[in-house]
């Protein structure tokens, strides 16, 4: 029974089912040109993979956890305390344990800048 609301025709369908067939059995593309693969992830990209950077855990660097929170937050953020910078990783829908490790700063400390909240993060808060 066709509901109407497809985007594609049955016949696509089955020609999309067809095209992706060798790389579900194999695991790997299949393309006979290189240039149609997706590109492989570089030595120095963000593993995104691994889910939320979490400072305190084996792969929270500095270098990642500072990523992270220049993707969130941005320059105009700064210069503030940890609660305010709080609110805006929780604003921002930052990940639940990266705003919690932010709001467990020192409420009276002032970071003027990403390298300095990361820094003071990836040292435990202290």
Do not use: C
């Not at 095209?19 to 006979?32: A, F, I, K, M, N």
């Not at 956890?65 to 829908?93: C, H, M, W, Y």
């Amino acid at each position: 029974m066709q509901r109407g609301s497809d985007r594609l025709s049955v016949h696509r369908d089955d020609e999309m089912k067809h095209e992706l067939q060798g790389l579900l059995r194999s695991g790997h593309p299949t393309r006979s040109e290189e240039w149609h693969d997706p590109e492989p992830s570089a030595e120095d990209d963000p593993e995104v993979w691994g889910g939320p950077v979490v400072p305190g855990t084996s792969r929270a660097s500095l270098e990642t956890v500072r990523l992270e929170l220049a993707r969130i937050l941005g320059r105009g953020s700064f210069p503030a305390d940890a609660e305010q910078l709080a609110r805006t990783l929780r604003r921002k829908n930052a990940p639940d344990a990266l705003v919690d490790a932010v709001r467990q700063l020192p409420h009276k400390a002032r970071y003027a800048n990403v390298q300095e909240l990361a820094q003071t993060l990836v040292r435990g808060g202290g």
